[in-house]
């Protein structure tokens, strides 16, 4: 009985698979492959040159200065809770830390307020001047805070607002503003106009649309763009410095931790000063852990709808 090799059929319009072909298709997974490895690389040292510091300057506050200064890379020889205490109270962080709670509350509570509704009647609205207006927004993402620092000393002082919470979360709500503005433009424009219409036949009004029907839509982006006004509200440092120069017990928190670093001189309480960082830095990182997805979720919605 003879046995015959079968070779495989091909049909009309389709081509034999050539070794050229399966070397092409090989080449493509290697780079393929040695980009992701290059991808995790740069990842694993961006990581590291971020949590180093942190994971340093936590441990750093448990410590007293002769071990920050003796063995820096080693645990500390004991929990010592009391270098906590000291700054909060000592050097006043605990008032400071409730003077920016204020402000940064205030001020993105305004930012999201003013800018998703600006946002929305410029995206979801056609009227003279609708493009005017959003670029004029949007030049504010290119002018640096710093040039404007003289004249906006000038302006708050002028308005009777100087060395006052109310200016600063003012000055705080007119920087967040354009990138608040530019981020929800784009995500509005993503949502459904059949909902609106079906609002409007349903006899809502423009503003009860917005804050019933639309605001909801877009809970993602608003709490994506919110999580990055808190940060950057919070870290903020240059407009409290020169808004709230001369009123310290309405300094916030940066204004607080600096001045215990630059008076401190030779008598410095470094474990006091690490402890104050990490009072500074660790609600910022629970903020973005505990809303981690809704962020990723917000970012990436307009570009899957």
């Known amino acids: 009985m003879s046995t015959q090799t079968e070779r495989p059929v091909t049909r009309p319009g389709e081509h034999k698979p050539t070794a050229a072909a399966g070397k092409g298709r090989d080449r493509k997974r290697s780079e393929v492959r040695l980009l992701s490895s290059l991808g995790h690389v740069a990842l694993v040292v961006w990581a590291v040159i971020v949590v180093v510091p942190?994971?340093?300057t936590f441990l750093a506050s448990f410590k007293n200065t002769s071990e920050i200064f003796s063995s820096p890379w080693t645990l500390p020889a004991e929990l010592r809770w009391e270098n906590w205490g000291r700054a909060w109270?000592?050097?006043r962080v605990g008032k400071f830390f409730l003077n920016s709670v204020i402000v940064v509350s205030c001020g993105v509570f305004g930012t999201m307020l003013l800018g998703s509704m600006a946002a929305y009647v410029l995206a979801r609205y056609k009227f003279v001047g609708n493009r005017l207006i959003?670029?004029?927004f949007v030049s504010g993402l290119a002018f640096p805070v710093f040039l404007a620092l003289v004249p906006l000393f000038f302006v708050v002082d002028n308005l009777g607002l100087l060395n006052t919470h109310t200016g600063l979360v003012l000055v705080y709500i007119a920087y967040s503003l354009p990138f608040t503005?530019?981020?929800l433009a784009a995500f509005f424009k993503t949502l459904p106009t059949s909902v609106a219409e079906a609002g409007m036949i349903d006899g809502c009004s423009h503003t009860r649309l917005f804050f019933q029907v639309m605001m909801p839509m877009a809970k993602p982006g608003l709490i994506s763009v919110g999580i990055f006004n808190i940060i950057g509200q919070w870290s903020q440092y240059q407009l409290p410095l020169v808004l709230l120069s001369n009123a310290e017990d309405k300094w916030v928190l940066t204004q607080g931790?600096?001045?215990?670093?630059?008076?401190?001189g030779y008598e410095a309480d470094w474990s006091g000063l690490f402890a104050a960082l990490t009072m500074a830095i660790l609600p910022m990182i629970l903020v973005y852990a505990i809303f981690q997805?809704?962020?990723q979720s917000g970012l990436t919605a307009g570009a899957v709808k």
């Open 54 to 56: 942190i994971l340093w």
């Open 89 to 91: 109270t000592q050097a």
């Open 134 to 136: 959003y670029y004029l």
């Open 181 to 183: 503005v530019f981020f």
């Open 257 to 264: 931790i600096a001045d215990i670093s630059v008076n401190a």
């Open 293 to 295: 997805r809704q962020i």
